[in-house]
């Protein structure tokens, strides 16, 4: 064997193996009968590099994958990418405007054929790194949810397309989709309605300005403001209600001012008009003051302006009060210059808010209230020009020069001083929301678009968690589950793209619709009209919520889908509860009446090592491909497993996987010592057979690491699976049963040596089988260098031994030998005893079953613990510090050897030290503020630096009672 494992050469080498023998294909190493396990990959997008939360997903994964395919179950890990709507169209516009070309000079058709260019010749990268990871997903089913679409060239061939197509019109024909104007997110870059989970929401800085909308006629009232014992504050004759907006471009689209019924100060003018303040004057448009439950009256003014077309919080108190709807804005976020000139259109909307005229919502939608001299204008340019007319006419509210509210910014010099009056225009943190693909504010939109009813599907999905057909884990994430799906909204299916499903719905002439599978279906449905049809394509979200059976084949009823569906387990980042898990329970409820998975395991989040979100602005990201470069894929791998804590965010760092690299170096160290000593692996080897007490307790190991490990597994507790094989490997094997062997191969009995050596190759066998899973690469490179096999150990068959090989008596004794060797080993390390010094063993008192156990195991005991000889006294000698066995008391006398008084100063400075330290942590931790207000990943690394404190202080006081003890 090679000194050395080579990641970088073996790993690329043994995956094509893998590829080329087809180890992963659906069914392979599938014993007669078995039971079928399916995972479905949750869908990267095409245009997709693998992230470090690509890693942590996959690994999981695959190390279920492999466990259940070396187990014999018929399984099956399906692969595929999503079209990724928006993202995919972003990515070729930019390479379209590279060559000065645009999406809005050229045909849809055009267009499409230019995506479908860049998915052949860029789509497949995140697929080679997955590869690149050890993901044995079956390749050669790897699905793509615009297979088979119109335009779609050879190699895309597939049903995913037309099941996408079939689902949404039988869904349309039981009524659970439809057609309707509802406010929507807007993205003014794309120009396309997003669903509220692509929303970002950014705290940036702004302003909320006041102003006053005049009482019609010139009306007056009697404003009275009072504290909170009912005093009056504040009295005066008002001619305007006062209002405070963050977007004033809006004002324009008012239907309404709203308060709140129970505030006194605006019962007088509750169904008075007053004067939209902007606009020609001789238009000024008047509308209704109206009471909604919805206004706080602590906050602001607290009036508010109802602009049902461009809030979801107004668009609410809009349709319960029957005020209308005015879009403002055109796709792009610019204010409107289609319609009538604005005198006309004022005039119809001031005849409805007389009570004179009544406008359907399509009607109020079309009419332009945008005066015409702001037509056309960029909402922020259009913001700017309101603002200043508004001031100019002295409708602004005033305040003085140093009004708190203004902020910090507003406060410049004026020659009038302090108590100068201004415009109120308060400086505040407001959210905004943010397109997360186009990084542009989200404008809310009155628009018509295509909706799932998710009332009418949504019971099914509930119930198939509450009656155990679907488990949820860890717990918090089924509560949250229920909390979205009680909650849930009509879903937005419709997007204003080119890249995608387009939607099966054509219209006439009239206005008629005619949903139908193809054109021709509804030509017919339509006695042979000319129909066009909807330009606007499906929610990606939608095509990926049938992911489970458009992969295997549905509508055809293929062997796969009666195969794998429902599937076995979804393995999911918390992130996509909503977007995908509840969707994908609804849809296949809905569409073939049964679940998608058995069991939803959900994971946290990958984190730096201090706890912080990885973050390209902070620098913190850690890239998986360069960690692989640098570590190789089983240390990386091997690190996420080990980290995966059911509902804890993982903190990754480069030393961890550097650890665990060493933990790959450490098992490629075991083989070589076992071959180095002529351990082969030898046919029909009966571990139960084996006689000797060194090799009856690691069998006995061995047993307990396999049983330790699958029960981890099937609870789907990764880091519980990992780490217990850590501790056998390197605990086990690596530390005791590599050096307890030594003196049996030295024993001269051939008899002895034979049985060790073929015990150590079973051994080393079962850590590789054992370990595959999580490290496939250096176990397979292993499995072939140690012996010539029938098959590759990724098909290799998964031990089922037990308890049976468990033998107590050598369990206990060997327990025994290795207790007494850590304990002289804990003291010397505490005393300072240089470690190549041997030193001498008192023996005090011992009884039979240990002098039994010490006389068999007597060389292994003095040369692992470094001791130079075993002296029975009758008592323990001044300067001799006591170790403590079962059934024994023995004394290592270093008193000669090592400065008592210098030791017990060094170790009384370093407890000062730490003492220090743990009441500053103590002192941080008691302190509600610093727990309230810091961040979480601060305070949990403060808890975590005082628990190892705490136990480094535990072991200094166990050494300086020691050192009390001696004199």
Not at 446 to 457: C, E, G, R, Y
Request: hydrophobic share 40%.
């Amino acid at each position: 064997m090679d000194k050395s494992f080579n990641a970088a050469e073996a790993e690329p080498r043994i995956a094509a193996e893998w590829e080329a023998r087809g180890c992963f294909k659906a069914g392979a190493n599938a014993r007669p009968g078995a039971e079928p396990f399916s995972i479905m990959i949750p869908p990267p997008n095409v245009t997709g590099v693998l992230h470090v939360g690509h890693a942590f997903n996959n690994t999981l994964q695959d190390v279920l994958t492999r466990w259940h395919r070396m187990r014999g179950f018929d399984t099956l890990w399906q692969p595929g990418t999503d079209h990724a709507g928006i993202a995919t169209q972003m990515v070729v516009e930019r390479e379209l405007a590279k060559e000065g070309k645009s999406r809005r000079d050229m045909t849809r058709e055009e267009f499409l054929s230019h995506v479908w260019a860049w998915k052949a010749k860029s789509g497949g990268t995140i697929r080679q790194q997955l590869k690149r990871l050890g993901a044995s997903c079956d390749w050669s089913r790897e699905a793509f949810t615009m297979s088979g679409a119109p335009g779609a060239p050879a190699g895309e061939e597939g049903n995913f397309h037309d099941a996408v197509i079939k689902v949404f019109v039988d869904m349309y024909e039981k009524g659970y989709i439809y057609r309707g104007k509802r406010l929507v997110n807007w993205d003014p870059h794309f120009e396309t309605a997003i669903s509220d989970l692509e929303v970002e929401n950014i705290d940036t800085p702004g302003h909320m300005w006041h102003f006053k909308y005049p009482l019609a006629g010139g009306q007056t009232y009697e404003y009275v403001e009072k504290d909170e014992d009912g005093n009056v504050i504040l009295r005066e004759t008002r001619d305007y209600i006062s209002i405070a907006t963050t977007r004033p471009e809006t004002m324009l689209g008012d239907g309404a001012v709203a308060v709140h019924p129970d505030d006194e100060r605006y019962k007088p003018i509750v169904g008075m008009l007053c004067e939209i303040p902007v606009g020609p004057k001789e238009h000024r448009r008047l509308i209704p003051i109206i009471t909604d439950e919805y206004p706080d009256p602590t906050f602001g003014s607290g009036a508010v302006k109802i602009t049902g077309a461009h809030d979801f919080n107004d668009y609410g108190v809009a349709k319960r009060g029957g005020i209308p709807c005015y879009r403002l804005m055109d796709t792009r976020a610019q204010l409107r210059a289609d319609g009538t000139p604005y005198a006309e259109a004022a005039a119809i909307a001031q005849a409805v808010a007389n009570g004179e005229k009544t406008l359907t919502e399509a009607e109020a939608d079309a009419l332009n209230l945008v005066p015409d001299h702001l037509r056309g204008l960029d909402r922020y340019e259009a913001r700017a020009r309101v603002i200043a007319e508004i001031t100019a006419e002295g409708l602004a509210v005033m305040t003085r020069a140093d009004d708190p509210r203004l902020g910090k910014d507003a406060l410049k010099p004026d020659a009038e001083g302090a108590d100068a009056l201004v415009p109120l225009v308060e400086a505040k943190t407001i959210t905004q929301p943010h397109g997360d693909r186009s990084k542009v504010v989200i404008e809310p939109m009155l628009t018509d678009q295509w909706f799932v009813d998710t009332a009418k599907i949504v019971g099914p999905a509930l119930d198939a968690v509450r009656d155990g057909r679907t488990q949820i884990m860890p717990e918090q994430h089924r509560k949250v589950y229920f909390h979205w799906l009680e909650n849930i909204e009509p879903w937005t299916i419709s997007r204003q793209l080119w890249w995608g499903h387009q939607i099966p719905v054509w219209y006439d002439e009239d206005g008629g619709m005619y949903c139908a599978s193809t054109e021709a279906e509804a030509i017919a449905k339509s006695g042979g009209k000319a129909l066009t049809r909807d330009p606007d394509v499906l929610d990606t979200w939608f095509s990926s919520g049938l992911w489970p059976i458009g992969t295997l084949g549905w509508p055809e009823q293929t062997p796969e889908l009666k195969r794998y569906f429902p599937t076995s387990t979804l393995v999911s980042g918390f992130d996509i509860i909503f977007f995908w898990v509840a969707r994908m329970m609804m849809m296949q409820l809905a569409v073939v009446g049964d679940v998608p998975f058995r069991d939803v395991y959900v994971h946290a989040l990958v984190r730096d090592e201090k706890g912080r979100k990885m973050s390209k602005s902070i620098g913190n990201v850690l890239d998986p491909l360069e960690l692989i470069e640098e570590f190789g894929a089983d240390a990386l791998r091997f690190t996420l497993t080990s980290m995966a804590a059911m509902g804890r965010d993982l903190k990754l760092s480069k030393d961890r996987i550097a650890g665990y690299r060493n933990f790959g170096t450490k098992l490629w160290n075991a083989a070589r010592f076992a071959e180095m000593n002529d351990c082969k692996p030898v046919p029909g080897f009966d571990p139960a057979g084996v006689t000797q007490t060194v090799n009856k307790w690691i069998v006995g190991e061995t047993a307990r690491a396999r049983m330790a490990h699958d029960e981890a597994l099937s609870g789907y507790r990764f880091n519980d699976a990992a780490n217990g094989l850590y501790a056998f490997v390197w605990g086990r094997v690596c530390d005791w049963y590599l050096e307890f062997a030594k003196p049996l191969f030295a024993s001269g009995d051939e008899a002895v040596i034979a049985e060790t050596r073929a015990t150590m190759a079973w051994v080393i066998d079962q850590c590789l089988i054992l370990l595959h899973p999580t490290m496939p690469f250096i176990t397979e490179e292993l499995w072939g260098a140690i012996a010539d096999r029938p098959k590759m150990l990724v098909h290799a068959d998964w031990p089922d031994y037990g308890a049976e090989l468990i033998d107590t008596d050598a369990d206990r004794e060997m327990g025994w030998v290795i207790g007494l060797i850590e304990e002289i080993r804990s003291v010397r390390a505490q005393m300072h005893v240089p470690a190549g010094l041997k030193v001498q063993l008192l023996q005090v008192e011992l009884d039979e079953k240990g002098q039994a156990a010490f006389e068999r195991n007597a060389a292994m005991i003095e040369r692992l613990a470094r001791l130079s000889e075993v002296t029975q006294v009758a008592a323990m000698p001044k300067g001799a510090v006591t170790v403590a066995a079962e059934g024994a008391v023995f004394g290592l006398p270093i008193a000669d050897l090592i400065d008592v008084a210098e030791e017990k100063a060094r170790l009384a400075k370093v407890m000062d030290k730490l003492g220090k330290e743990i009441g500053g942590l103590k002192g941080r931790l008691g302190n509600p503020k610093f727990v309230e207000s810091a961040p979480e990943e601060i305070v949990e690394e403060a808890r975590e630096n005082l628990a190892a404190r705490e136990e480094e202080a535990a072991k200094i006081k166990d050494a300086l009672d020691r050192l009390a003890a001696i004199g």
